[in-house]
């Protein structure tokens, strides 16, 4: 069964790879989403797959990839859309 969850990332995310990792880590999984850079400094990103995976992606997040540096990550559950691929935005 499918899952949906929305996160913003904030702290210094911005110019470290996050999103490029972020979209690497989805598509090893099979998650569908998006990825992006906001003006207020964060990263926001959707992820649509298998709990599992979708969780997995979370804690990448969590963990910020890279030289990324999280200091607070909001995650909301969503309805999924049924997206069929990720990218970066």
């Known amino acids: 069964m499918a899952v ?3 996160i913003t990332a904030h702290g210094q995310v911005q110019g470290v790879f996050f ?3 972020t979209r690497e ?3 090893r999984r099979g998650v569908a ?3 992006r850079n906001t ?3 964060t990263v926001e990103a959707v992820f649509e797959g ?3 995976d979708v969780g997995a992606l979370v804690e990448l997040c969590r963990a910020g990839p890279g030289d990324a540096r999280v200091s ?3 995650v909301d559950e969503e309805e999924p859309e049924g997206l069929g ?3 970066v935005r």
């Open 4 to 6: 949906r969850r929305r």
């Open 19 to 21: 999103r490029d990792s």
């Open 25 to 27: 880590a989805a598509e």
């Open 33 to 35: 989403g998006w990825v």
């Open 39 to 41: 003006s207020e400094g």
């Open 50 to 52: 298998e709990a599992d």
């Open 72 to 74: 607070q990550l909001d």
């Open 85 to 87: 691929e990720f990218e």
